[in-house]
């Protein structure tokens, strides 16, 4: 089993922003979930775990070893898919991989092609090994972006905000994806879609203004706002006097009409009881941390 470790983790670009502060997480083998808006600090977080950033305070371990002293500790087997990730030469697929495998230290030419070979297959791009990555799709790009990030075996993988920009079929072979390879390793997902969160993550943290305002796992999220919100239609007109009053949790168009969900501990005078989802959790918790 493999952990990772953050302890009060904080950053401060040279500009002055303070992008994280006060984080803290444990995670171990399986998908875990960031999920935030965008500028929340997710690019910034994994930044710091990958090395490419050095945190203004607190500490990162990998299988208990602090990787400020020894950052070979998670180097090595490391694989990350930057949310920019636009390395698109005018190479095959095979070409760049195996390129990168070089600069991964597989040395062994045999061991390396094989290796690429399995990989083409496991993402879905062996028969596209000789075409230039330049020509890809969307979705090709993002599941060679897995590729290159899987060589030489990692233990933990780093993927941020990668379903950004693909379709739907994409997005959900994407996912299957990497639900299969976090069977033995850690894959920290960033994302802003809920969706992705709910239909991969056993455990997940949501991140805002810099620090994680709630983690644990989806069920036992949603589990806490069982019996506590309530649904109506109101007036456009009633909506200001709803939010002075309660916490609103979500509010939906339907047919054109307006549908507020609150957040109360008791029922509410002409509201249905509402049955929680996760999108009720990540929306609450972005609430309280805007009125902080
Ligand atoms: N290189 C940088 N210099 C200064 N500020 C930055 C830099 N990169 C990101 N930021 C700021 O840090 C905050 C977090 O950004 P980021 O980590 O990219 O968030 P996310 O990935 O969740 O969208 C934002 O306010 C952003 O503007
Ligand atoms: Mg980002």
């Avoid at 941020?160 to 390879?181: K, Q």
């Avoid at 999220?221 to 009053?245: F, M, N, T, V």
Wanted: hydrophobic share 40%; charged share 20%; with cysteine.
């Amino acid at each position: 089993m493999n952990s990772l470790s953050i302890e009060q983790l904080g950053l401060t670009y040279r500009n002055g922003v303070q992008a994280l502060s006060g984080i803290d997480l444990k995670i171990s083998n399986g998908m875990f979930g960031l999920l935030g808006p965008n500028g929340a600090g997710k690019s910034s977080l994994m930044k710091c775990i990958v090395g490419l950033l050095q945190p203004s305070q607190g500490s990162i371990s990998f299988n208990g070893s602090p990787i400020k002293q020894d950052p070979d500790a998670i180097r090595k087997y490391l694989g990350y898919l930057p949310q920019d990730f636009s390395v698109y030469p005018r190479v095959t697929a095979y070409q760049l991989l195996n390129h990168i495998a070089c600069l991964k230290g597989l040395s062994d030419a045999r061991a390396r092609s094989q290796q690429i070979d399995l990989l083409l297959h496991k993402v879905n791009l062996f028969e596209a090994r000789n075409k230039e990555v330049l020509t890809f799709s969307g979705g090709m790009r993002q599941r060679f972006g897995v590729a290159q990030a899987l060589l030489g075996s990692p233990k933990i993988m780093i993927v941020d905000e990668p379903t950004a920009g693909l379709d739907p079929s994409e997005r959900s072979r994407f996912n299957f994806l990497l639900n299969e390879i976090s069977k033995d390793v850690i894959v920290l997902l960033s994302t802003h879609l809920v969706e992705d969160v709910r239909n991969l993550c056993p455990a997940m943290a949501i991140l805002a203004s810099g620090r994680i305002v709630k983690q644990g796992r989806p069920a036992d999220l949603i589990r806490q706002l069982d019996g506590k919100l309530w649904s109506a239609r109101i007036p456009l007109s009633d909506l200001q006097r709803y939010e002075d009053q309660f916490q609103l949790v979500s509010k939906d168009l339907r047919e054109g009409e307006l549908q507020v969900t609150v957040y109360a501990e008791s029922p509410v005078a002409g509201f249905t009881a509402q049955k929680p989802t996760l999108d009720h959790v990540y929306f609450k918790a972005l609430d309280q941390e805007t009125k902080r």
